[in-house]
């Protein structure tokens, strides 16, 4: 069996929305440059629907098809649904990943919802913040 699906691979290969935002309605980073995975995430939202997302990923194949698919998954969708996005979907729509590199999928669901939590902040909405992570406390990559 291959370490890495087709899909995986695809989305290494060939990533889907990279690059930056100028003027993201919100922009949240994630990860660590001593575990080698960071993650940028750029959103633009007109009345609640992600209407574009880009990306930048320091990291490895599986850091990058995850930021690749994540946003696909997010992209056009209202941001309600966007919140619900999980690392386990991200990693189903890859058709998995390698134990060891599922913490891929986690920065990007952490990076997406860090972008969402920006845009809350930029324009006083409220929100609960225990929906959203808590990456300088998480020890993840310390």
């Not at 007109?46 to 880009?54: A, G, Y």
Request: hydrophobic share 40%; net charge negative.
């Amino acid at each position: 069996m291959a370490l890495y699906s087709e899909v995986v691979m695809d989305h290494f290969m060939h990533p889907r929305n990279v690059g930056t935002i100028e003027n993201a309605d919100g922009v949240g980073t994630v990860g660590n440059a001593k575990c080698g995975d960071i993650m940028k995430i750029y959103l633009k939202i007109e009345n609640d629907i992600i209407v574009n997302v880009k990306f930048e990923t320091f990291g490895c194949g599986s850091a990058i098809a995850s930021s690749s698919m994540a946003t696909e998954m997010i992209k056009g969708k209202p941001i309600s649904e966007a919140m619900k996005l999980t690392n386990d979907a991200v990693a189903e729509a890859l058709q998995g990943l390698p134990a060891h590199k599922l913490h891929c999928s986690v920065l990007a669901e952490e990076a997406i919802k860090s972008a969402l939590k920006d845009y809350y902040d930029k324009n006083g909405i409220p929100y609960d913040a225990s929906e959203f992570p808590d990456c300088e406390n998480c020890g993840h990559c310390h």
